[in-house]
C-alpha cells in the first residue's frame, strides 16, 4: 500500500524559505494525483498545490501562487514543496496525500502523510 512521509518542516522567520519532502512508497507514478494540503490553528484543511500525472503543470491556489513551487523527483519517489517568501500566515501543519491510480479530476485524499509542523516567525 502506498505510504507517505514528510519531512523538512520547522521554524522560518518572516521572508525565508523552506522546502518540505514527502517519500512515496507503493507508488504507481504512471497514474496518480498528489497534492500538498494544510491546516492553520483554528481553520479548516485546505488544498495548497496538487500535481498529477495527467496534467501539465501544477495548480496553486492564490494565496500561495509565485512562492510555491511544487515538484516530484520520480528515481527518488519523493514529493516537494518549496516554499519562498514565507509570510506568518503560511504557519500551519502541512501534508502530503495522494490518489493512484488517478486521473487528477479532484484533491486526492485516498492516501495521507503524518503531517509535519511549519512555523513562520513575524
Known amino acids: 500500500e502506498v505510504q507517505l512521509v514528510e519531512s523538512g518542516g520547522g521554524l522560518v522567520q518572516t521572508g525565508g524559505s523552506l522546502r518540505l519532502s514527502c517519500a512515496v512508497s507503493?507508488?504507481?507514478?504512471?497514474?496518480?494525483?498528489i497534492a500538498w494540503f494544510r491546516q492553520a490553528p483554528g481553520k479548516e484543511r485546505e488544498g495548497v498545490s496538487c500535481?498529477?500525472?495527467?496534467?501539465?503543470?501544477?495548480f496553486y491556489i492564490d494565496s500561495v501562487k509565485g512562492r510555491f513551487t511544487m515538484s516530484l523527483d520520480n528515481a527518488k519517489k519523493t514529493v516537494y514543496l518549496q516554499m519562498n517568501s514565507l509570510q506568518p500566515e503560511d504557519t500551519a501543519v502541512y501534508y502530503c496525500?495522494?490518489?493512484?491510480?488517478?486521473?487528477?479530476?479532484?484533491?486526492?485524499?485516498?492516501?495521507w502523510g503524518q503531517g509535519i509542523q511549519v512555523t513562520v516567525s513575524s
Open positions: 507503493g507508488f504507481t507514478f504512471d497514474s496518480y494525483s
Open positions: 500535481i498529477s500525472s495527467h496534467d501539465d503543470s501544477p
Open positions: 496525500a495522494a490518489d493512484t491510480p488517478s486521473y487528477g479530476r479532484s484533491w486526492p485524499s485516498d492516501y
